[in-house]
């Protein structure tokens, strides 16, 4: 009797997992769905149609399209480098190191991700123009740290205060310069946080839409904002829109994959202290 | 190979005073041994003699050489800490092997292979040498920190209780296998424990560290028979020292000591030093120190024993400790294995007068003992 009881709650369980798949996985496969009609079969029709591939090449080949993907690459890329180049070293000393108001400055730092991005786009739109980073990489960039600068800092000094100050101690002891101790001991220790948060910020950043829509025009133009440009005036074109969509998603799902080990145990080992 | 000196070192955590004016010589080839209570302050003292912590005021000193500026890396130190400090994403291999590939110390693999093996059989953890610290238990972590501090060969090797955590049959053969290392190897050591077993039977000397100072310096057997207060005589020695308040009162020639709980009164046995440091003292009010195993008892009534009732017992494995209360007193005595006796039945219990050491009773301070001339002819001998 157990053992049928056992079966029926397993039948069940996997059921509602197959419902919750359904239910989160539709949409993307309607996404992909799209990219393969024609605009005159995108009302008409739901599963059944005539694939073409010409949506794909209308915005892969014959727009500006691989320049706004590598923009999105070169100005997310770039705020996640930044964000570890500075972050990671600001995580230590806030882990590490005894200074006035410490508390107040990490606090400072999460609260960037407090307000709304619409609330402080328009000041510092003003700001961008008079500074002249209104559109260029390094302005975005810049921006961008209000993202993923935070994220970083949190996680990756909860993976610093794990690590016993006497590992430090016994590797000075050993004969280790400091950043042979930071690049030997340390580095290899926050790794699983270091990844996931900075693959998280990545994806963040690679997704944020307010900040380049407003700080940037032209000449910079990630893609979450060039997706908008299939939108015209008189006609919509879905199809295209859905590949830009989709290959715009491309990059975040392979990196999560990719490292798919590393995200959830990341973000949560540091978070619990033992 | 190496001499360490502190002199006047003070080291202080904001308002707090880890380290107060502390004046230290470790001579060559020492076992030197920090004794002292939780929160003493010693292993704050082996952080300023490695570097990881730099004094306010005072200096260290190596091997004669004054290394305050000098970052711990380049001191040539090996530590033992306390939590074991080991590596985590590292085998035991690569954590034992960790000071022989720094840049500073470097040594070709095959010279650290022959190392690791050596240390690791030495330590027992040969069959260890793949596993990651997270899959050790405590004692083997242990054993792991204190082979990758002995894999070297140091100005001087700093032990913060690197036997706290050992269970209590391998503790005692790492006790006598670390003192068979440290005569091999021939260095300079530092050894921190809270452990009096420990203290008494490892070091060539003991600094009593107490409140961030140093309280006494000596070899065990010297502090353990002449301990400069009652705090030390405490520490020393398990159980605990007795501490008998009574008042000494001189008639003629002798001397009597009267017990503040009671009326008893002993008479003590004539010694003449003893007698003329007394005087000298002019401390009427005293604290007689008497070791458990100068305390007699019986559960008959007897001549000159003094009435007391058992507040507890407890058996120590080939021993058991009695302790009798009389009034507001309780006494500490040793008895053999075996004794039935019930809580609260009457005891009967004598002083063996002529083991006693006396202490002021105001400032709990040493005033002299029976035998001193005999104890310092042993010190001197001891210290050769």
Not at chain 1, 155 to 161: I, P
Not at chain 2, 222 to 240: H, K, R, S, T
């Amino acid at each position: 009797m157990n053992k049928s009881k056992g079966r029926l709650s397993a039948i069940l369980q996997n059921g509602l997992l197959v419902i919750y798949a359904i239910f989160a996985l539709f949409p993307l496969v309607w996404m992909v769905i799209l990219t393969f009609k024609a605009d005159s079969q995108m009302f008409t029709t739901t599963f059944i149609f005539t694939p073409t591939l010409d949506n794909y090449n209308e915005v892969l080949f014959k727009s500006d399209y691989v320049k706004y993907f590598i923009d999105s690459i070169i100005v997310a890329g770039g705020a996640v480098i930044v964000s570890i180049l500075a972050g990671v070293p600001a995580a230590y000393a806030l882990a590490r190191y005894d200074f006035k108001k410490k508390e107040d400055i990490a606090f400072q730092i999460l609260s960037f991700k407090f307000a709304p991005e619409i609330l402080v786009v328009l000041p510092l739109f003003m700001i961008y123009q008079k500074l002249g980073i209104y559109d260029t990489y390094f302005g975005l960039i810049w921006v961008y740290q209000l993202i993923s600068m935070p994220l970083l800092i949190w996680v990756v000094r909860g993976y610093f205060e794990d690590i016993s100050v006497e590992i430090e101690h016994a590797a000075q002891v050993d004969g280790y310069s400091w950043w042979q101790i930071f690049f030997k001991m340390l580095l290899p220790l926050i790794k699983p946080g270091l990844v996931a948060a900075a693959l998280l910020a990545f994806i963040f950043a690679w997704n944020s839409f307010t900040f380049p829509l407003m700080l940037s025009g032209t000449s910079v133009q990630p893609i979450t904002v060039a997706a908008t440009k299939y939108l015209a005036s008189d006609s919509v074109h879905y199809g295209q829109m859905a590949v830009a969509a989709t290959v715009s998603a491309l990059p975040a799902v392979i990196f999560a994959l990719c490292i798919q080990k590393h995200l959830v145990r990341g973000l949560s080992f540091g978070a619990v202290k033992g | 190979m190496a001499r360490i000196q502190l002199e006047k070192v003070t080291k202080k955590f904001g308002n707090v005073t880890a380290l107060n004016g502390i004046d230290l010589d470790v001579k060559d080839k020492e076992f030197f041994i920090l004794f002292g209570p939780a929160g003493a302050g010693k292993t704050t003292m082996l952080n300023n003699i490695a570097g990881i912590q730099i004094p306010e005021e005072g200096v260290v000193k190596i091997g004669g050489e004054v290394v305050n500026q000098i970052d711990p890396a380049h001191r040539n130190t090996a530590m033992v800490f306390e939590n074991y400090a080991l590596y985590p994403h590292m085998n035991v291999y690569d954590n034992i092997a960790s000071p022989l590939r720094s840049p500073l110390y470097k040594k070709d693999e095959e010279t650290i292979k022959k190392a690791v093996d050596r240390v690791a059989k030495m330590m027992k953890i040969d069959y260890l040498l793949e596993r990651l610290p997270s899959q050790l238990s405590n004692g083997q972590k242990q054993r792991v920190a204190l082979g990758r501090a002995l894999v070297r060969e140091p100005n001087v090797f700093l032990m913060d209780e690197p036997l706290a955590h050992l269970d209590a049959k391998l503790r005692n053969a790492m006790r006598t296998e670390l003192k068979e290392i440290q005569v091999n190897f021939e260095t300079t050591s530092i050894y921190v424990t809270h452990d009096f077993m420990e203290a008494m039977s490892l070091g060539d000397r003991i600094a009593i560290v107490d409140h961030g100072e140093i309280v006494q310096i000596g070899t065990g057997d010297a502090i353990y028979y002449m301990p400069c207060n009652e705090f030390v005589a405490q520490l020393m020695g398990d159980p605990e020292i007795n501490l008998i308040p009574g008042t000494l009162k001189k008639k003629e020639n002798k001397y009597f000591f009267t017990l503040d709980e009671g009326v008893a009164e002993y008479q003590l046995p004539a010694e003449e030093d003893l007698f003329k440091k007394l005087e000298d003292s002019e401390s009427e009010k005293v604290d007689l120190g008497l070791r458990p195993q100068h305390v007699k008892y019986s559960f008959e009534p007897m001549e000159g024993f003094l009435k007391c009732t058992v507040y507890s017992y407890e058996s120590i494995g080939n021993k058991s400790v009695i302790i009798a209360q009389y009034k507001n007193l309780q006494i500490r005595m040793i008895a053999p294995n075996g004794v039935t006796l019930k809580l609260d039945q009457d005891i009967y219990v004598n002083f063996l007068l002529e083991h006693s050491l006396f202490f002021r009773a105001e400032t709990k301070e040493y005033i002299s003992r029976y035998n001193e001339a005999g104890i310092l002819a042993l010190e001197k001998e001891q210290e050769g």
